[in-house]
């Protein structure tokens, strides 16, 4: 059973940067895809970014303008997503997400159904 566990969320004002972490129990040859995904109050569940686990390629959503990096420190265990000019509009549950496939293989890495394993989200709130 792989555990994910979210971290850093927080309030911040319309500019400001936040880092979240996820440190997982699993190994990178058993979920070789990682994922972002964030709800916001009365909207789906969105894909943010993932990375292939194994040679850290990495995906976006377009909207993101090149705000947010997601990154992996293996040694650790623990993955990241580092979030910059953020807006009210980031203002969402973050869940880390990690699925037993490749990123570019099958389902698409922003589809909630291709990933096994979640963490119980972080919050982050942005006001203007």
């Known amino acids: 059973q792989v555990q994910l566990v979210e971290s850093g969320g927080g309030s911040v004002q319309t500019g400001g940067s936040l880092r979240l972490s996820c440190a997982t129990s699993?190994?990178?040859?058993?979920?070789?895809?990682m994922g972002w995904f964030r709800q916001a109050p009365g909207k789906e569940r969105e894909g943010v970014a993932a990375?292939?686990?194994?040679?850290?390629?990495?995906y976006y959503t377009d909207s993101l303008e090149g705000r947010f990096t997601i990154s992996q420190d293996n040694a650790k265990n623990t993955l990241y997503l580092q979030m910059s000019s953020l807006k009210p509009e980031d203002t969402a549950m973050y869940y880390c997400?990690?699925?037993?496939?490749?990123?570019?293989?099958?389902?698409?890495?922003?589809?909630?159904?291709?990933?096994?394993?979640w963490g119980q989200g972080t919050q982050v709130t942005v006001s203007s």
């Open positions: 997400a990690a699925a037993g496939t490749l990123c570019w293989i099958g389902t698409s890495w922003s589809q909630e159904a291709k990933y096994a394993y």
């Open positions: 699993a190994y990178t040859y058993t979920t070789p895809c």
């Open positions: 990375i292939d686990t194994a040679h850290s390629g990495t």
